[in-house]
């Protein structure tokens, strides 16, 4: 089963941080691009940031720019997302997901067009 395995999340107060991994379980990184992805409680996942096969991120949302940077090593077919100035609004549970769409598509906002999907990783952040 080709999924992956987050890992790096748990509980900080507001403006600390947290760096969560992404490793594929059963295939390479490489060619593809890769979505972070969030879901609170109550509310629709939504899209996070993208990093492309080139590592270029790509597509980040609004809330989290400046705060948040994703990155890849292909090598051990891990994608990180540094979280910087946490903020209680960034309590949920983050997911990765491999873009079906090709090296370059990162249309986060198409969680349809994602797959791979592991179980996430719960990050709590206090006020």
């Known amino acids: 089963q080709l999924t992956f395995v987050e890992s790096g999340g748990g509980s900080v107060q507001a403006g600390g941080s947290l760096r969560l991994a992404c490793t594929a379980s059963?295939?390479?990184?490489?060619?593809?691009?890769i979505g972070w992805f969030r879901q609170a409680p109550g509310k629709q996942p939504e899209g996070v940031s993208c990093?492309?096969?080139?590592?270029?991120?790509?597509n980040t949302l609004g809330s989290v720019k400046g705060r948040f940077t994703i990155s890849r090593d292909n090598a051990k077919s891990t994608v990180y997302l540094q979280m910087n100035s946490l903020k209680p609004e960034d309590t949920a549970k983050y997911y990765c997901a491999r873009s079906t769409g090709g090296h370059d598509w990162c249309e986060i906002q198409r969680l349809g067009g994602f797959d791979s999907w592991g179980q996430g990783t719960q990050v709590t952040v206090s006020s």
């Open positions: 059963s295939f390479v990184v490489d060619n593809y691009a």
């Open positions: 990093i492309n096969a080139r590592g270029e991120p790509s």
